[in-house]
C-alpha cells in the first residue's frame, strides 16, 4: 500500500541530494555516496509501463495563468512559466516520481531530485568543484547535441547585468564569481562555470552550497542555445523557433489563449513519455477553467474558484498540496516613506480571515517571510523554530498591546497610523494595490481593501495587471501595495532573503537596509549550523523592525487542483508544478 504523504516537512526532508538516479516512476533506485571528499554519483534510465497511453493520449491543461511573461528560461519569472517550460526543457538535475503518492491522490506522485542532462557527478570538497558528466543520448529537438558549452552560455548569460534578468543573482555568492559580475566588476566570461570538453562540465563555488544540485533544477539554469538566440532575437520563443532539450517541443503558440506542446522525439527518454500532446490553455479566469474542466474539456484545473474550494476538497474532487510558497505584499518604501504606516498596515490586514474566508484552500497564515516547509540545520521547521517574527519587535517596544491576537494588532496598527498622519502622513490620499489578474487574486485584494479601510481609515484602489507584463511593470515602483507570490527551488531561508534590500533580485519596494545586506552576504557564505541560523533569524528580524516592514507576508499558499481521467502525474513541492510527461489514462 503506497504511503500517503500528508505532512510537508517529510517532502521537503528527501531533497539533500548526493546521488542521481531515480525512476520517473514508483520504485525508485537511488545511488549511495562515497566517503571521503569526492562524491560520486551515477544516473540511469528512466523505467516506467505507459502501456495504454498510446499516441492517441492528448491532455488539456488549465492552470489559472493569462500569457505567460516570457518563455525564454533566462527572463522568466515565476510558477507559470516554469510549470510549462518544465516539460520542454532539463537542467543537469530534474525532478523525478518517487513511490510516495500525495495527499490523498492516488493518481499522484511525490517527487525528488535526480540527474537530469547529467549522466553522472563528482564533488571536490577541497576545490568546491562539480565536476558533470552529460550523457550520451541528449540532443536539442533539432537533432543537434546538448553539449557543456550550451550550460556556459546559458549561466553567463545568466549572471550577466545587461541580460536584466529577474533571477541574475541566482548563483550569487554560490558559484565563483557571480557576485562581482552581477555587480560589474568581472566579466560574464569569468563566471566558475567551464566546458572541459563537448560532454564535460566544471562548476567552482564560491562557498560550500548544500542546496547547489537542488538549485540546478531551476530554470535559469537551463541550457540554451546561442546560435538560435543570436539568429531570431527576441522571437526566439516562438513555437518556429523554439528549440527544446526536454521531453516535450512547442508546436503552437496562440498568444492569450494557449501553448501546445508534442513530444521531443529527440528526448532519451522518449518511449516512455505519456501524452502525445499537452495543451496548455491561457486563461486567469477560474471560473470559465472550472466550468471548462467540469464540461470535460480539460484534465486539469489549478487555481480553482474560492467560493468552491471547500466544497471540492470535501467531496474528493479538488486536492490541496503543500507548497514551499508565500503571498506577500510589497509596501513601497517611496510613497509609503513612514514606516509605521507600513507597520499599521503589516498589523491591520486580518491573515487569519484570508486562508478562512477567501482563499480557502488548505494556505496558512503567514507569521513571517520563511514559509512553512523550509527547515533550518537541526531540520527544525523554520516557523516553529523563530515564532511569529513579524511582530516580535513590535510587541517588545510596544509591550501594552497583545499582539498574539488580531483585536491586539488592530489596536497598535491604529495607534501607529495616526502618529504617523500627526507627523505629516496624508491620511487622506489614496493607496493604489496592484495584483495580477485572477479571481482569488481579486478577493484577496478587496478583503485587504476592506480591513485597511475599516481598521485604519484609509483609502485604497485595486487595479489588475495581466500576468504578462505584472512583474515588469510593480518592478517600476509607483505602486503603494503590490501582490507578489515566491517561491524556491531549494530548502533553505536564504533563498527569500536573497530576494530583499539593496541587491535583491526582487526588491521591488525600494528598502535598503546595510546591514541587512551585510548579513544576507555573510550567511550566504557560511557552513550550514546553529550559528549560520542565529544569523538567517537575524536577517528577518532587521526587516520587521524600525524603518523596515517592506514586504507584508500574507499567508503560506498551498497548490489547489482538480484532476479526472489521468493517472502518474507527480508534483513537486518545492518548485510548485505538476508534471504530466508520464501521465496515463
Not at 85 to 108: C, P, R, W, Y
Not at 117 to 131: G, H, I, N, P, R
Not at 233 to 245: L, Q, V, Y
Not at 488 to 499: C, E, H, R, V
Request: charged share 20%; aromatic share 12%.
Amino acid at each position: 500500500m503506497k504511503k500517503v504523504i500528508s505532512l510537508f516537512l517529510a517532502l521537503v526532508l528527501c531533497l539533500s541530494v548526493t546521488a542521481c538516479g531515480s525512476k520517473a516512476a514508483p520504485e525508485s533506485d537511488t545511488g549511495k555516496t562515497d566517503a571521503g571528499t569526492t562524491d560520486t554519483a551515477k544516473g540511469e534510465e528512466q523505467d516506467k509501463d505507459t502501456s495504454g497511453s498510446g499516441d492517441e493520449l492528448a491532455i488539456d491543461v488549465a492552470l489559472g495563468y493569462s500569457e505567460p511573461h516570457s518563455m525564454d528560461p533566462t527572463l522568466a519569472t515565476g510558477a507559470d512559466q516554469f510549470e510549462i517550460l518544465f516539460h520542454m526543457s532539463e537542467g543537469l538535475m530534474k525532478f523525478a516520481a518517487i513511490e510516495d503518492t500525495v495527499n490523498g491522490n492516488d493518481n499522484q506522485y511525490s517527487s525528488e531530485v535526480v540527474c537530469g542532462q547529467a549522466e553522472s557527478y563528482e564533488f571536490d570538497e577541497a576545490s568546491l568543484t562539480y565536476t558533470f558528466h552529460l550523457r550520451d543520448d541528449i540532443f536539442w529537438s533539432d537533432g543537434e547535441k546538448v553539449t557543456a558549452d550550451n550550460f556556459v552560455y546559458a549561466w553567463q548569460r545568466l549572471v550577466d547585468p545587461k541580460t536584466a534578468a529577474s533571477n541574475g543573482t541566482l548563483l550569487n555568492n554560490i558559484v565563483k564569481n557571480a557576485t562581482a559580475i552581477s555587480e560589474g566588476t568581472m566579466e560574464p566570461s569569468e563566471l566558475g562555470i567551464a566546458a572541459v570538453d563537448e560532454k564535460t562540465l566544471t562548476v567552482t563555488l564560491e562557498n560550500s552550497c548544500s542546496y547547489f544540485l537542488d538549485m540546478c533544477t531551476h530554470y535559469g539554469l537551463y541550457p540554451l542555445r546561442q546560435d538560435v538566440i543570436e539568429a531570431n532575437g527576441d522571437t526566439w520563443t516562438e513555437a518556429e523557433t523554439f528549440i527544446s532539450n526536454g521531453a516535450y517541443v512547442m508546436t503552437d503558440w496562440v498568444h492569450d489563449s494557449y501553448i501546445e506542446l508534442t513530444k521531443n522525439e529527440k528526448y532519451y527518454d522518449y518511449a516512455n513519455l505519456g501524452p502525445s500532446k499537452i495543451t496548455f490553455h491561457l486563461s486567469d479566469s477560474e471560473t470559465s477553467n472550472m466550468a471548462a474542466y467540469q464540461s470535460g474539456e480539460y484534465n486539469f484545473v489549478s487555481g480553482i474558484p474560492t467560493d468552491q474550494i471547500e466544497s471540492l476538497i470535501a467531496s474528493g474532487d479538488a486536492y490541496s498540496n503543500p507548497r514551499l510558497n508565500v503571498t506577500y505584499l510589497y509596501l513601497n518604501c517611496e510613497t509609503i516613506p513612514d514606516w509605521r504606516v507600513r507597520a499599521a498596515i503589516t498589523l491591520a490586514i486580518d491573515k487569519e480571515n484570508l486562508v478562512t474566508n477567501v482563499t480557502q484552500d488548505g494556505s496558512t497564515a503567514a507569521t513571517g517571510l520563511i514559509p512553512n516547509g523550509v527547515t533550518n540545520s537541526e531540520n527544525k521547521v523554520w516557523t516553529d523554530a523563530v515564532g511569529e517574527v513579524m511582530y516580535a519587535w513590535l510587541q517588545e517596544k510596544y509591550p501594552d498591546y497583545d499582539l498574539s491576537t488580531y483585536s491586539g494588532r488592530c489596536e497598535l496598527a491604529k495607534v501607529l497610523y495616526d502618529e504617523a498622519v500627526a507627523d505629516g502622513w496624508d491620511g487622506s490620499a489614496t493607496m493604489e494595490y496592484k495584483f495580477n489578474t485572477s479571481d482569488t487574486n481579486k478577493a484577496v485584494a478587496e478583503a485587504v481593501q476592506s480591513d485597511l479601510s475599516g481598521i485604519l481609515e484609509a483609502k485604497v484602489t485595486l487595479g489588475n495587471i495581466d500576468s504578462a507584463g505584472y512583474t515588469d511593470t510593480i518592478s517600476k515602483g509607483g505602486f503603494h501595495l503590490a501582490r507578489l507570490g515566491y517561491g524556491i527551488t531549494f530548502n533553505d531561508a536564504i533563498g527569500y532573503y536573497q530576494l530583499f534590500g539593496t541587491n535583491g533580485n526582487f526588491e521591488y519596494s525600494g528598502w535598503s537596509d546595510a546591514n541587512y545586506d551585510k548579513l544576507v552576504e555573510q550567511a550566504s557564505t557560511m557552513q550550514n549550523g546553529p550559528e549560520r541560523d542565529k544569523v538567517l533569524e537575524e536577517i528577518e528580524q532587521i526587516m520587521y523592525s524600525e524603518n523596515g516592514f517592506s514586504v507584508c507576508p500574507l499567508y503560506y499558499a498551498s497548490y489547489v487542483y482538480c484532476m479526472k481521467d489521468l493517472q502518474n502525474t507527480f508534483y513537486s513541492a518545492i518548485s510548485n508544478l505538476t508534471y504530466f510527461g508520464y501521465a496515463t489514462k
